[in-house]
T-cell receptor, first 111, second 113 residues
Framework: GESVGLHLPTLSVQEGDNSIINCAYS??????FIWYKQESGKGPQFIID?????DKRQGQRVTVLLNKTVKHLSLQIAATQPGDSAVYFC??????????FGTGTSLTVIP | KAGVTQTPRYLIKTRGQQVTLSCSPI?????VSWYQQTPGQGLQFLFE???????NKGNFPGRFSGRQFSNSRSEMNVSTLELGDSALYLC????????????FGPGTRLLVL
């Protein structure tokens, strides 16, 4: 079956520092990836996505990097703010019909 | 556009009962997926519906079922509830036209006593 894993279950960063959240995936045929943010008591919120024909994509304060050679995905958050504290999930799909999610990384921003 | 809505938001049931949860996707979206989320677990895929047909199914027992209506709204049903069914149930909608972004609702938190 599919396997999407996160390297670190928890991450603590100082406010203003950059955060990097990592994700490994096992299906080399996966062609679409999404990062979600989930705050306590809420559903996952879309942050940024990337397709397999790209290596890097930037959004507002966030950057996603895709390394297909080692099947690794990362989310970089610049100038991390307290409001960034949440659980972050990566998701992958190779057909668009079913997404596979990692277990999540809990990011805590220290003021 | 309105986002994905789920009702009810909270639910308390007892073992053996059944429950029906509802999800209204984003307007124009034809695919609805359901997930179960429990503490310490990732999102576990239940099933996906597209144009009123179940297109994919996860590894859950037959007590978990769903359906989709012609307006793309979806319901999931859990019969003979067990304590372990206590979880946050999330639905996500997408256009259904291949690999596109899934947008999640706020979830229904189910507590089974």
């Amino acid at each position: 079956g599919e396997s999407v894993g996160l390297h670190l279950p928890t991450l603590s960063v100082q406010e203003g520092d950059n955060s990097i959240i990592n994700c490994a995936y096992s299906n080399s045929a996966s062609d679409y990836f999404i990062w979600y943010k989930q705050e306590s008591g809420k559903g996952p919120q879309f942050i940024i996505d990337i397709r397999s024909n790209m290596d890097k994509r930037q959004g507002q304060r966030v950057t996603v990097l895709l390394n297909k050679t080692v099947k690794h995905l990362s989310l970089q958050i610049a100038a991390t703010q307290p409001g960034d504290s949440a659980v972050y999930f990566c998701a992958e799909t190779n057909t668009g019909n079913q997404f596979y999610f990692g277990t999540g990384t809990s990011l805590t921003v220290i003021p | 556009k309105a986002g994905v809505t789920q009702t009810p938001r909270y639910l308390i049931k007892t073992r053996g009962q059944q429950v029906t949860l509802s999800c209204s996707p984003i307007s124009g979206h034809r695919s609805v997926s359901w997930y179960q989320q429990t503490p310490g677990q990732g999102l576990q895929f239940l099933f996906e519906y597209f144009s009123e047909t179940q297109r994919n199914k996860g590894n859950f027992p037959g007590r978990f079922s769903g359906r989709q209506f012609s307006n793309s709204r979806s319901e999931m049903n859990v019969s003979t509830l067990e304590l372990g069914d206590s979880a946050l149930y999330l639905c996500a909608s997408e256009s259904g036209r291949g690999a596109e972004t899934q947008y999640f609702g706020p979830g229904t938190r189910l507590l089974v006593l």
